[in-house]
């Protein structure tokens, strides 16, 4: 039990450091963008702040609704820590990291190609696409994975 | 696996949630072994057994046609 309320208590703390960080990066970001005038697009920063403090505040809502009640709080940290979804979770991740995997090489190979002139080059356009399906793609199959893994186990 | 987690389970007057909460697991995964979807690791097979007081052998039923589901 007390183990319990430990892991909460450092998942609240983890929130918090998210949150400091997050707003940290996104004063930073505004500072470049706002002050500094730097070449770069800082909203990039600014953006990445959002995402972490974004994070970090939904962590620490979650723990602290459970804080304080013991039952809650022992149900979360079991939910967590439940070997099925874990192994459910492991599952999903390895499938998402082979059609990563799969989306890498695959680019990969297009562009061997296109420097040798056998395929056309992307264009800027096309490859911002791909990268972001790139990135899109193995997260949806990692939610599908689990989902499918919760509805058949 | 066939296993009789229910019936033991049932036969203590436990709810699904109750057996999660001392075994440490989610009431989905208690569910999923009731209705022998999923097959438990040792360390909660074990958990299980000693809660009811049985082995293991005499909660979970192994038979080689099962043996890997």
Redo the contacts between chains.
Sequence with gaps: MANNEQYIQNRVRAGWGLLVLGVILFTVGLALQHVFDVAFNARIVSGLGIFFGGLGLAQMVRYRLVQNDRTAATRLVNAERDERSQMIRAQAGSRAFWVSMGLTYAALMWLSFAASGSLPAPTPDALWFFLAAAVVIPFVVYVAGIMLGEKNS | MENRLEEMRTHKGLTQQEL??QV???R??II?LERG??N??I??AFRLARLFGITVEELFLYSEENGNG
Aim: cysteine-free; charged content about 15%.
């Design positions: 999660a909460d440490n697991v989610s989905q995964t999923s979807r999923y438990p690791s360390i909660l």
